[in-house]
């Protein structure tokens, strides 16, 4: 069958095909793998008459009744929408260009739209997708093929799918800082200026590893306040933890090997590691964070939140800590440290990260700008060892090229000229506050069921629920959103010991108090009578 079409001539030899310029029809020849790209674009004129031609895909297979294609296919796409009410159709002229056919054989097209109401014309102007449609608009006409057409891997039957959250009057939900106190101005200074930067302006791709004034900026950072040493060659910059550790797994893991994880423990590493193939063994975590002796001596890697367990929010004692890096050392494994909160610390004395005890380099170590900045902003960064920097350079590349420049450029700004700090500094105050006001009310007011885990780290508490099942506290914490309030459950063990994380990174002080009110009701409704019975 003849097909003919247009090729665009991406970055690195790469060809793409896709909606561009109209420069790049002109310049693209024929390709033979397929469907047309057809790209009307912006015509200079119309551009002056400020007339919007819209770019619009034609597909010509074969070479009979090309005119009835043409309007079979665009006529379709007024019908289902994808070619809006008042929309320039491009040119007869180029449409025939672009297609290769007769200028006549796209106008006898034209005139059938224009015939049948789809299309009207205007002198000079061009024709346009006509404003008198809705009559003849079907109810959705969208081709749905079917659901199980294709079968995906069975792995992703056992991986639960994103939680969406409503928003709740009183939010405690875990893992969110104060998005009202993000520091908006100095942001949006520093991103202006990072739009004007070298990167955006050459337009070329840029090194997987990340922009190097913001890896010397992290290395800053981590050096001072983490004591983590590294030098700027050993961060690789990452779109949010998840895909720092998306890479680690590339890296190292073989189908079948085994992962040892915290259990309980953050769900989303847990997935991503089954999903690449791997073996999750979850291990217990005590007072002391995750039980050494219980990892199995076959893990090739362990990842873990020594400085602020999640959930539990234990940290991660000295001699554990110890024992785990003799371990890793003994059974040749790698440490993923994720170091995700700790910048927001309330008492006690820092302990040392992992990265900073080991001499072996087995450790890698993983920090995130979604607590001290923005979750959305999907920014993070390791510190890779020397073993696997090639390797973990190359899995970046292979991902995603790099993360965003403008992001990064303005978060190396942003560094640089102290407003991350300041932030930091401010919002350590804010959570501290909030972090004294919870603890003291659950203290005070939840003695009959709640046990706090002691913590003084990060944007979460948890608290074990004295006598409640998994399901009881599910029951609780569903009535608790009925009542506006917003709080994560846990369950830890086999015979799973139940209780609450509550969060303080997103809900203002003077909020707390109300909030927990309405948690104590809930308690009183769900679990008092079950603890008299019991
Ligand atoms: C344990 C843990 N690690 C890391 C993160 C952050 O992940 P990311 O950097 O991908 O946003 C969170 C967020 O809630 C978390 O709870």
Redesign the pocket.
């Known amino acids: 069958m003849a097909k003919t079409g247009v090729r665009l001539a991406g970055d690195h030899g790469i060809a793409m095909t896709g909606l561009g310029s109209v420069n790049a029809i002109t310049e693209s020849p024929e390709r033979s793998d397929g469907t047309f790209i057809l790209m009307p674009g912006w015509q200079s004129n119309a551009k002056k008459k400020g007339l919007r031609t819209v770019a619009f895909h034609v597909s010509l297979v074969g070479r009979s009744d090309l005119s009835g294609e043409i309007y079979r296919q665009i006529r379709q796409a007024i019908l289902d929408g994808r070619l809006r009410p008042g929309e320039r159709l491009s040119p007869t002229r180029e449409l025939a260009a672009a297609l290769r056919v007769s200028r006549s054989t796209v106008t006898v097209a034209y005139e059938n739209l224009l015939a049948e109401g789809f299309a009207t014309s205007q002198t000079g102007a061009g024709t346009f997708v006509s404003h008198q449609l809705e009559a003849k608009r079907p109810a959705s006409k969208a081709r749905r093929p079917p659901v199980r057409a294709i079968a995906v891997r069975g792995v992703w039957q056992t991986i639960s799918p994103p939680t969406t959250f409503d928003r709740a009057d009183f939010d405690f939900r875990?893992?969110?800082p104060d998005a009202s106190l993000f520091p908006h101005r100095a942001w949006r200074r520093v991103v202006a200026r990072a739009l004007r930067s070298r990167e955006m302006t050459e337009g070329v791709y840029e090194n997987p590893a990340g922009n190097w004034d913001l890896r010397v900026a992290i290395t800053r950072h981590i050096g001072i306040s983490r004591s983590v040493s590294a030098s700027p060659d050993d961060i690789l910059v990452t779109?949010?933890?998840?895909?720092?550790l998306d890479i680690i797994a590339r890296v190292l893991l073989e189908p079948g090997d085994v992962v040892a994880v915290e259990k309980p423990?953050?769900l989303?590493?847990k997935y991503l590691f089954k999903a690449l193939g791997a073996r999750v063994i979850g291990v217990p975590v005590d007072s002391e964070g995750l039980v050494v002796e219980a990892l199995p001596a076959r893990a090739r890697a362990v990842y873990v939140?020594p400085s602020h367990q999640?959930p539990l929010g234990v940290a991660m004692s000295l001699s554990r800590r110890r024992a785990l890096l003799a371990w890793a050392e003994r059974n040749n494994a790698v440490v993923v440290e994720?170091d995700?909160?700790s910048e927001f610390r309330f008492g006690g004395r820092p302990l040392e990260p992992l990265q900073a005890l080991d001499s072996t380099g087995r450790v890698v170590y993983?920090g995130?700008?979604?607590?001290t900045l923005l979750?959305t902003l999907?920014?993070?960064f390791m510190v890779v060892p020397p073993a696997l920097r090639e390797a973990a350079i190359k899995a970046k590349h292979i991902t995603d090229w790099h993360t965003t420049t403008i992001v990064q450029s303005a978060l190396a700004r942003f560094i640089d000229e102290g407003a991350f700090a300041r932030h930091i500094r401010r919002m350590s105050r804010i959570y501290g506050e909030r972090h004294q006001t919870l603890t003291a009310a659950i203290k005070r007011n939840f003695g009959d069921y709640l046990d706090l885990v002691p913590s003084s780290t990060g944007l979460h508490v948890a608290a074990y629920a004295r006598g409640a099942s998994v399901g009881h506290i599910d029951a609780i914490v569903s009535r608790a959103f009925d009542l506006g309030v917003a709080v994560h459950l846990f369950g830890v063990g086999e015979d799973p010991q139940a209780g609450i994380m509550l969060g303080y990174g997103a809900i203002e002080t003077p909020r707390i108090a109300e909030g927990l009110q309405r948690v104590r009701r809930c308690f009183d409704e769900r679990l008092s009578r079950h603890l008299k019975a019991a």
């Open positions: 875990t893992g969110l779109s949010g933890t998840q895909q720092a423990g953050y989303p590493p939140t999640y994720d995700y909160d993983v995130t700008f979604s607590k979750p999907r920014l993070g």
